[in-house]
């Protein structure tokens, strides 16, 4: 072989090399690429970029919210005051409570989920309807040995509910009728939670959302009804039209138990009560009696007749945690 064939072979074995050392390069950034998005934007962030984004699962956080759904489409996000939607097409928007806001901006993908920018939480956030403070902190009595039982005093403070012929108010028979039902309750081994102790408004959100926070066994809420027409008289106990089984048998329990009273029962019906709707956890509404009938509000006002509804719904619990078990 000659030297110059020497040489050539030679030439020709570095650029083979430096061919397959370039490819073997291009292989090892290919392999190492995260996920792009569904539409072609960008990689997802690298740990230089780490700060500028964020999962959507920490926007939630962030924002108090929670995910509901997510498809490639559209993400919604939700908690007890706010329904946030983001878009997330070219040019997508967010929208609060169905009113659209501003574009979400880029939205990443990889193998772990979706990414917003960080800045996008700010902009959100200014939108969001926050909970106020609590008018009353509930308050918290016994072990839950038994269980827990959320009791709500129906109205209170400046809202007095149903005035009764006799000049009283609802909102005070509600509360006197709860402090007894927690102390019963309390002694037979039930841990309770009263949504207020004292003459004081919480708003029906807010009764909701601590039902929603504290996840009782049950959530009691206590009224008394009123009507235009005097003569109709009975207790009723009511579900949302939607309701689990186990408060449907909380309220067939406490149908049962209240025939103790004395008074009429109206059984069992459904209603769209906001505290009803919108707590997660088992939940019935009893009404009393009725304030506009005479005879109703006389015996509602009476501390015995108290102790005896009181005691008959104690019953209707216990009864509810023994069968729903």
Known sequence: MTRSNTRLKSNYGLI?????????????????????????????????????????????????????????AMVTLKNDRNTVMLFKYDDGQFSVDGRLYGSVGQVLQDDTGFFVEASLATRIGEHLSQAPVLAASPRFSGSSRKGTIMIDAGHGGKDP??????????????????????????????????????????????????????????????????????????????????????????AKSFVSAMSQTGTDSRGVKTAKFKVLMDTTCPAVLIEMGYLSNAWEAKRLRNVNIQQRVAKAIANGVREFTVTAK
């Open 161 to 250: 509910g149903a005035i009764s012929v006799l000049g009283f108010y609802e909102k005070d028979i509600t509360l006197k009728v709860a402090l007894r039902l927690a102390s019963m309750l309390n002694q037979q081994g039930y841990r309770t939670i009263l949504t207020r102790d004292n003459d004081v408004f919480v708003e029906l959100a807010d009764r909701c959302a601590l039902a929603n926070r504290y996840n009782p066994d049950l959530f009691v809420s206590l009224h008394a009804d009123s009507c235009e027409t005097p003569s109709v008289s009975g207790y009723t106990a009511y579900v949302a039209p939607s309701a689990s089984w186990r408060a449907r048998q909380a």
């Open 16 to 72: 083979l090399a430096s061919l397959m050392l370039l490819a073997g390069t291009g292989c090892q950034s290919s392999a190492r690429r995260p996920g792009r998005s569904v539409y072609q934007t960008p990689a997802a962030p690298q740990a230089t970029q780490a700060s500028r984004w964020i999962s959507v699962d920490q926007l939630a956080s962030q924002l108090h919210l929670r995910v509901v759904n997510q498809d490639v």
